[in-house]
């Protein structure tokens, strides 16, 4: 074969590759300029970690660009009041947990929005929360830490948001015990309230893994209906008799109103991502897995915590 064809079809083949030769079924031309993805928690927090993972694994694989931009507050409130208004083009994609929906329209009544303001592209993982304390602190699980409360006339606890404070009001009354919620401005700060001794535990998501791996922390409970993976000798709260979860998925959200064809687009591309070797890699290092509930397992699960939230705080 002549050198100068062979050659200009491998650069071919490359830019095929780069432009993204397993892309999305999308329309012609979408999309024409960058995508937005919107985080509804601080840089440095593990939301925002998966975020931008995926972020970079989408322009790898479709070849776009993707630009991440936090904006924090109210638990993900505020980005997905600014989503719900953004136009239904397919370029804005909002970056939350289920709480974010499920439970903040219910305790605030000033909540613009609903779980059904939204479409779901799917999810990124589920999260693996975990009640867990610094190592040198007179308790080592559940048992002892509620005895130590009881003992000091109560305990600190930092948490991430309010489906944290439920569970532990959901543990101070089970244990007929005091538990002091103490509100942060997310799962990082909340976790350098634990680090710096400002509190006597805190609940985690998924930046605690490291500090548990590293000997710095040790888990006292899980609080998924199940053990987790980093700490199996750490029993769920269902285990030891308190019916009580904290249920939670890193979700992905657009407005209402997308073009069916740009939705199933993204769902693809995020799909995509999800699967990918390098997501898979960030996963292993949370002790954690990939998990897409795709649009309508995602909605569905959604709609399941905000019933259960709705009843709870009698709204």
Not at 61 to 79: E, F, H, L, R, Y
Not at 114 to 124: H, I, K, N, V
Not at 182 to 206: F, I, M, N, R
Not at 209 to 233: C, E, F, H
Request: net charge negative; with cysteine; glycine share 10%.
């Amino acid at each position: 074969m002549n050198k100068r064809i062979f050659e200009t079809i491998v650069l071919g083949m490359t830019a095929m590759t780069a432009t993204g030769a397993y892309a999305a079924t999308c329309p012609d031309g979408f999309p024409e300029k960058p995508i937005q993805m919107l985080v509804g928690y601080g840089a440095g927090g593990g939301t925002d970690a998966i975020a931008r993972a995926l972020a970079a694994e989408i322009e790898e694989s479709q070849g776009w660009t993707v630009i991440v931009d936090n904006k924090p507050g109210a638990g993900g409130g505020v980005m997905s009041a600014m989503l719900m208004n953004m136009k239904p083009d397919g370029y804005a994609i909002g970056v939350g947990a289920t709480g974010t929906v499920a439970l903040n329209p219910y305790e605030n009544n000033d909540t613009p929005y609903t779980y059904e303001s939204f479409d779901y592209l799917g999810t990124a993982m589920q999260i693996n929360y975990g009640l867990v304390a610094l190592v040198d602190r007179p308790y080592q699980n559940l048992e002892e830490f509620i005895a130590y409360a009881k003992e000091n006339n109560g305990a600190t606890i930092a948490v991430g948001g309010k489906s944290q404070e439920i569970l532990v009001d959901q543990m101070a009354k089970h244990y007929d015990v005091n538990l002091i919620a103490v509100p942060s401005k997310g799962a990082a700060d909340a976790l350098q309230s634990t680090l710096g001794g400002h509190v006597d535990a805190t609940t985690q998501g998924t930046q605690h893994v490291q500090q548990i791996k590293a000997g710095a922390m040790n888990q006292l409970a899980s609080l998924t209906d199940a053990r987790v993976p980093y700490a199996p000798d750490s029993p769920s709260l269902v285990e030891v008799g308190l019916d009580a979860t904290i249920e939670g998925q890193t979700i992905f959200m657009i407005p209402k109103g997308v073009d069916p064809a740009i939705k199933t687009c993204l769902e693809e591309a995020l799909d995509e991502a999800v699967n990918s070797e390098s997501y898979g890699e960030l996963m292993t290092r949370l002790e954690n897995e990939p998990l897409n509930l795709g649009p309508q397992g995602t909605a569905d699960r959604i709609a399941k915590n905000a019933m259960f939230y709705k009843t709870y705080l009698g709204k």
